[in-house]
């Protein structure tokens, strides 16, 4: 196995089990979870109904980056929502920092798994 392979195996994993923890953990004990909303959300009567889809949301990210198949777009999707995460978090600081960390991961995931595009200064040699 290459070190690539093996530094995207650990980062998938990573992000995953960040991923699946919150999905997991929100199902279980909602209550908790639901003051991660933002407050005009609480007062919806469908505020826990938006936060098992959420969860499930999570869930199937967490499952597809760990699926290896084409996992720019699950990865792409986790840095921003946990770039959105991070800016919530500000704030706090065991939070703040814990999300930076976790972040930087999905990111660095995202970049190993970018899309290849052809340089400019490459040019393609006919057939």
């Not at 098992?52 to 929502?81: D, E, H, N, Q, Y």
């Amino acid at each position: 196995m290459s070190r690539q392979k093996a530094v995207s195996l650990l980062l998938q994993f990573a992000t995953s089990l960040y991923l699946t923890y919150v999905g997991v953990a929100s199902l279980i004990n909602p209550d908790i979870w639901i003051s991660y909303f933002p407050s005009y959300i609480h007062n919806l009567t469908f505020a826990f109904v938006l936060l098992k889809l959420w969860a499930l949301f999570l869930l199937f990210l967490a499952i597809w980056i760990m699926s290896g198949k084409r996992i720019f777009i699950p990865t792409f999707v986790a840095t921003i929502i946990l770039i959105l995460t991070t800016l919530i978090s500000l704030p706090i600081p065991e939070y703040f920092f814990h999300n930076v960390a976790l972040t930087c991961g999905a990111f660095s995931l995202c970049i190993i798994h970018s899309p290849r595009t052809p340089r400019i200064h490459e040019r393609r040699r006919p057939a």
